[in-house]
């Protein structure tokens, strides 16, 4: 429950160029990617923005294509907000923060062809690789989509094949071989409070936003997915600005990795 | 016959062996086990003559009679208001320990306090179901306006307060903000915002080393540098740093004339 | 008597190697990292704290509320479906139970002590690095505690007592006698075991025999643990 009161002192401190921990108002908290960080996946990254972490892992699988797509690979993403990491989550199956977030990164891999999935077919019809990524927080301090997308991109960067001789899955045998990634979609988020529009934003600033707009981009430049989130309405000229800040934020961010 | 295994002040985890023999009687969060003394919590080890204790280096508050808490509403009731404690226990606060005003039977209670409100309040009872009641009628009790919250370790509240206020004088002195600390662990800050910021910052410093010495030179330091303006003279007696606060009519200390 | 020489070359009563942490996750009260050979386990406590819903409650005392999950990827082979299974519902339980002799809540009525553990990967053992994680957690979070509890799995592998046995050696199939695996968690200051479970077969006498192995080698978590817990608050 966040009291008119608190959001105009945020507003004021935004008006003086001032965050509520001392940043400047473009500025991210430290990022930090640590790769293979579990050993049972076939690729995980942990990935901290200032007191966030998240981890991301990657299991592959041998599965039965889609009848409508017989010779692509799957991908799947879930996304837990464990009771672990904050006294706001609590026990139970995803709610629909942890749905949102597993579906905006699950958009920004699948629509930016990040993966070629033709690449996963093993015999049409029959048998492709199943991708199965999984998004646990270990600490939410805000800002979940960023370090969710960051650490799924870095453990599909991370990732080896298991061994798979046609009949078995051999897990314990990786293979030098990696995933057929070839762009890496990064999400940025930027928050809009009063007139001020802030990226990696904090839970205390987040409380406040009037709307939020997560927009995954890819190094050329282009727009892969786009989420808006928040009780409020933005114009198209605010959404431009929220498009340039995660453009160039996005950049920073894939230089992480 | 008795033997100390463990130095005052150092760090003890639960199950210690602290001491040795029965000359040492164990006191506060220690337990006697046989012939010896063991820890009951981690923290600190104090030696106080004969008796051992140890003090909390971490955990929930947990509420006690005459605390001076900042507090937040959380529902209004019919004949009062219940308040939010930072700990598993929600307090109330009647009508009649809110105001000396007279209120009348159908006013709005929101006008008095809101949703979403902070207030400093004292804690007047605890019942052994952690029942508590308190008072916004005293001395420094009152419902704060504008200004930001911080939630801190609630066992480096008398570190952060300091000797006599002196602590948290050093800080509103040098950035100009008025600071009220809550024993519950929640602080109240208010000034321009990039002295709250430097505040808060050097807050957290203080609970992140509470326990090491030379603590009060270091801050001092680091508040030179952060604020660039010569820290004012710690005040000796100055009885109104203290949780306690002397109501708005009287601006806490400062010298620096902020707003 | 075949399995003489351990798979990972490893003496009978070595454990695997630790790593220990407190205080890993900032919005908890308390938390805890424990790595043992593969196996990695956080945890997190919160607490004191308010419950709901009110029926649950025990107006009499606090109450301890374990919640033991493994991450979908942490398994040795495909990838587990996410949410608690019955497995885990149970592993919750022990875990709890585990715990409780040292802790007292009586200070506490009508309030909870959550744990959460969260396995990131496993090579068997996968409870036990759980409580140690929980342990450090629960005494990281200030929570009045009697003492720490370690915890670690004892068996026999072909008729050879060993400690913290890792997945190869659960699964060992060869020679003739079988596998036993029995995770216990002690607590050093009463000398008593506050978990014990048991797959396989084994007779009394190496049962004793290797209890008494377990508790020499929860001696040695113990110190570990203590000086994750000072580590952090000694700067």
Not at chain 2, 182 to 190: D, H, K, R, V, Y
Request: aromatic fraction near 4%; include cysteine; glycine fraction near 8%.
């Amino acid at each position: 429950m966040i009291t008119k009161a608190a959001k105009e002192h945020l507003i004021a401190s935004l008006d003086a160029g001032v965050r509520l921990d001392g940043r400047k108002i473009g500025e991210y908290r430290p990022i930090e990617v640590k790769y293979g960080v579990s050993k049972t996946a076939e690729g995980s990254a942990e990935v901290t923005i200032g007191d966030t972490k998240v981890i991301a892992g990657v299991k592959l699988s041998v599965e039965v294509p889609y009848p409508d797509t017989p010779d692509v690979g799957t991908i799947m993403v879930n996304a837990e907000l464990l009771p672990l990491s904050s006294p706001k989550f609590e026990m139970g199956p995803p709610g629909i923060m942890a749905i949102e977030l597993a579906r905006v990164v699950d958009r920004g891999v699948r629509e930016s062809k990040a993966i070629d999935v033709k690449k996963l077919c093993i015999t049409k019809g029959e048998k492709v690789w199943g991708i199965g990524i999984d998004i646990c927080t270990i600490n939410d301090a805000g800002n979940l989509f960023d370090a969710a997308g960051l650490a799924v991109i870095a453990a599909l960067k991370d990732a080896h094949f298991p061994t798979y001789d046609g009949v078995e899955l051999n897990y314990k045998e990786r293979t030098e071989e990696k995933l057929p990634l070839s762009k890496i979609p990064i999400p940025v988020t930027v928050i809009k409070v009063g007139k001020h529009l802030i990226t990696d934003p904090m839970n205390e600033e987040l409380d406040c936003a009037d709307s939020r707009l997560t927009v995954t981009t890819i190094a050329s430049g282009e727009i892969c997915s786009l989420q808006k989130g928040g009780d409020m309405a933005l114009t198209v000229e605010e959404i431009g600005n929220m498009v340039d800040l995660a453009l160039k934020y996005g950049e920073e961010l894939r230089n992480k990795l | 016959m008795g033997k100390l295994l463990v130095e005052e002040r150092k760090v003890v985890v639960p199950g210690e062996h602290i001491a040795e023999g029965m000359d040492y009687l164990p006191a506060q969060w220690t337990y006697r086990k046989g012939d010896n003394i063991l820890a009951g919590r981690l923290g600190l080890l104090a030696v106080n003559g004969r008796a051992l204790k140890i003090i909390p280096l971490s955990g929930t508050y947990t509420p006690k009679k005459d605390d001076v808490i900042i507090g937040k509403v959380i529902d209004v009731a019919m004949s009062g208001w219940r308040v939010e404690t930072n700990s598993a226990y929600s307090a109330m606060l009647s009508v009649r320990d809110a105001t000396s005003e007279f209120i009348s039977r159908n006013a709005d209670l929101t006008k008095f306090f809101d949703l979403g409100d902070y207030l400093v309040a004292k804690i007047v009872k605890v019942t052994s179901q952690k029942l508590i009641d308190v008072s916004t009628k005293g001395p420094g009790l009152r419902k704060l306006y504008g200004g930001r919250v911080i939630n801190v370790n609630c066992n480096k509240v008398p570190r952060i307060i300091g000797k006599q206020g002196s602590m948290v004088s050093l800080i509103k002195n040098s950035t100009g903000c008025k600071i009220i600390v809550g024993q519950n662990g929640i602080i109240w800050l208010s000034g321009s915002p990039d002295q709250e910021v430097i505040a808060i910052e050097t807050i957290k410093k203080i609970e992140k080393e509470a326990h090491v010495s030379g603590l009060t030179e270091k801050i001092t330091a680091y508040l030179e540098k952060k604020c660039k303006n010569k820290p004012a003279v710690m005040p000796e007696e100055d009885s109104e740093e203290n949780s306690e606060e002397k109501p708005a009519a009287k601006p806490a200390a400062n010298k620096k004339g902020e707003q | 008597m075949a399995y003489t020489k351990r798979l990972d070359g490893r003496k009978q009563k070595e454990c695997r190697e630790i790593v220990a942490q407190a205080g890993v996750i900032k919005n908890a009260d308390g938390s805890g990292y424990f790595k043992i050979g593969n196996t990695v386990a956080y945890a997190a406590v919160y607490g004191p704290r308010a419950l709901f819903p009110k029926r649950v409650q025990d107006p009499s005392t606090g109450i301890l509320r374990c919640n033991y999950n493994m991450m979908p990827f942490s398994g040795m082979g495909s990838r587990v479906r996410p949410g608690q299974n019955r497995r885990a519902k149970e592993i919750s339980m022990v875990t709890e139970k585990a715990l409780l002799p040292v802790l007292d809540l009586k200070e506490y009525p009508n309030a909870v002590v959550d744990v959460f553990i969260e396995l990131t990967q496993t090579d068997a053992g996968s409870r036990c690095a759980g409580i140690c994680a929980a342990s450090i957690a629960l005494a990281d979070a200030g929570v009045p505690m009697k003492d720490l509890v370690a915890a670690i799995s004892v068996g026999s592998v072909d008729g050879t007592l060993v400690v913290d046995l890792d997945y190869q050696e659960e699964a060992y199939e060869e020679g003739e006698e079988g596998v036993a695996d029995i995770p216990i968690a002690y607590i050093p200051s009463t000398q008593k075991i506050s978990l014990l479970q048991m797959d396989g077969e084994i007779t009394k006498e190496k049962l004793i025999e290797a209890l008494e192995m377990g508790k020499e080698a929860c001696e040695e978590i113990i110190t570990v643990q203590k000086k994750a817990l000072k580590e952090k608050y000694n700067l």
